[in-house]
């Protein structure tokens, strides 16, 4: 019997629905994996289609074609190292999350996911039946396990593939990224490799999905723990590894074990390609935002730059009377120093017509709330104007504690097609800034150094819709609401953990009733990075019309 088994680990980034460009994909790791005299080549979950493919999967035509597109890959590569795929699969009626393995020309066997995550990010409960629990598959000398991603979170799956026969364990994820996922994941699968006392492969796909990035990061760990071989996050690789027959069993030999950075790096890095994957798959080439002077808008364009380049990002400025000399002076110099185009377009001549068109139907009321939002929704126009004429992806620029709260205008400064810092709060918001000032990075196509002005980061924030007009006129300080909002959006917690953690209660009761008074704007508001595991979209599934409130209840 051989002593060897060479394995190819594809870490792709594939296109949802772009069946044929991902089958491309496969083609390519193929002929790479023949070319390392592979034995077998191995692409995470649902590759075939991409991932998360959401309803789209139920439609019959869809994973037809997709089925399709594996009998294709399997005719096309018969002739060197079978393949492990991840496909919809149809046995009968019912369709499977499987994972396919092709060989001489055919698929010769379908591996059926069994525990379907049905929380967070993932509704396969209602998209898949649920696979028996299977044993091993044969490829060369190696008798292979495959259980598909949350099967591999359970004890179950991996020790009936062990007891039956099992050398090591192959693991296909589609596992999206959020702060501190990789040390779940090892965690996770070192109780595999503990339980079962075989090597454990992990392997996860790169890149963007609307709000989901897949950041890789796949691994094998031998049995004790040990790390073999860990590839980088969020870059694509193809990487070729050997296992050996010992005494002791099947082992992987020592490979590269990368460094992964911290989590204020891969949080940047995540908002980085999300955005440039959310562009590249959906056919745009360059984006536009408004630059007010501020801070968000700042680290927006930033994140723009490095995404995309300089030269594919505008940056426009629109003033009004109260706009300060400071956001006028602070809004120029991030411009010029990403190296971006920059647009200055008043706001004050189309407002006053505003105001003399809307005089006769408010004469006699004083100024409110109203002629601000005016002055937020004239810039969401003047932007989408701009959008649509240059074919430019507007992005919108509100953090995770305004989208929070609502302190944002629905059809003004919510407007655009994607925000890649919707799930980052204010106060990491201030931080980023400060990181990306001092840290530069290979994937950034910005400039390096301080791209953002001391003074942007310093300044009390402020939307400048009136005079003086500071943020915390209307919000509690943001280190205070952000604590508040962890406690509520994140920990799902109550008025009382808030009360609990020191918060003054008045400010968690005001900052409960504002989270659920602003669901239908979050509804109808722009996808952006998920970064943690309460992101405002799938994350968190919350009514529109909503009258409970938890401070009601224990006060």
């Known amino acids: 019997m051989a002593d060897q088994f060479r394995l190819t680990l594809a870490q792709l980034n594939p296109t949802v629905g772009d069946l044929a460009g991902n089958r491309a994909q496969a083609r390519a790791a193929w002929e ?43 005719a096309e590569c018969a002739d060197g190292p079978a393949i492990a795929i991840g496909s919809p699969w149809l046995e009968g009626t019912e369709l499977f999350n499987a994972y396919l393995i092709l060989q001489g020309g055919a698929v010769r066997t379908s591996v059926l996911k069994h525990h379907l995550p049905n929380d967070t990010v993932f509704d396969e409960v209602r998209l898949y039946a649920s696979g028996p629990v299977t044993g091993p598959y044969a490829v060369g000398a190696a008798r292979i396990g495959s259980p598909i991603c949350e099967d591999a979170w359970y004890e179950d799956v991996a020790e009936t593939l062990e007891e039956t026969g099992a050398d090591f364990l192959l693991v296909p994820n589609g596992s999206p990224y959020h702060r501190g996922k990789f040390d779940v994941r090892l965690n996770h699968m070192i109780a595999r490799t503990v339980e079962t006392g075989l090597p454990v492969i992990y392997l996860n796909m790169v890149g963007g999905q609307d709000d989901q990035v897949f950041d890789g990061g796949s691994f094998i760990v031998n049995p004790g723990g040990r790390m073999a071989v860990k590839l980088p996050v969020f870059d694509e690789e193809i990487a070729h590894v050997t296992l050996t027959r010992t005494p002791e069993g099947w082992r992987a030999d020592p490979g590269t074990v990368a460094r992964h950075p911290d989590d204020w790096e891969q949080d940047y890095r995540a908002m980085v390609e999300s955005l440039r994957d959310y562009m590249r798959k959906t056919g745009f080439r360059k984006a536009l935002l408004g630059l007010s002077g501020g801070i968000d808008s700042a680290i927006v364009a930033a994140i723009a730059a490095d995404a995309l380049g300089p030269e594919n990002v505008r940056c426009v400025m629109l003033p009004s009377e109260y706009t300060s000399e400071h956001s006028l ?25 505003i105001t003399e068109t809307l005089a006769p139907l408010f004469e006699g009321r004083d100024e409110d709330v109203t002629e601000e939002n005016i002055q937020s929704r004239l810039r969401g126009l003047l932007l989408m104007a701009l959008s649509n004429k240059f074919g430019e992806m507007l992005l919108t620029t509100g953090n995770k504690s305004e989208v929070a709260v609502g302190y944002a205008t629905i059809y003004g400064d919510m407007n655009g097609g994607y925000n890649p810092i919707k799930d980052l709060y204010k106060t990491r918001v201030f931080e980023t800034c400060r990181w990306r000032n001092a840290n530069h990075r290979p994937w950034m196509k910005g400039p390096e150094g301080e791209v953002i002005p001391d003074r942007i980061i310093t300044k009390p924030p402020s939307a400048e819709l009136r005079a003086d007009q500071k943020d915390n006129d209307s919000l509690p300080d943001y280190p205070v609401l952000d604590g508040i909002l962890e406690i509520l959006v994140d920990d799902e917690g109550s008025i009382a953990d808030c009360v609990a953690a020191g918060y003054d209660r008045a400010d968690a009761v005001r900052v409960e009733h504002l989270i659920y008074i602003s669901e239908y704007k979050r509804f109808q508001s722009a996808p952006g990075t998920r970064l943690t595991e309460r992101a405002f979209w799938l994350d968190r599934r919350y009514p529109i019309v909503n009258r409970w409130r938890d401070g009601r209840r224990d006060g």
């Open 32 to 74: 790479a994996a023949r070319a390392a005299g592979s034995d077998l080549v191995a692409f995470p979950e649902m590759f075939i289609t991409g991932y998360n493919t959401q309803d789209l999967v139920r439609r019959p035509a869809f994973h037809a074609a997709a089925m399709d597109e594996v009998h294709a890959l399997a």
């Open 329 to 353: 002076e602070d809004a120029k110099a991030v411009a010029k120093a990403l190296g971006c185009r920059y647009d200055f377009v008043p706001i004050t001549p189309g407002r006053d017509a």
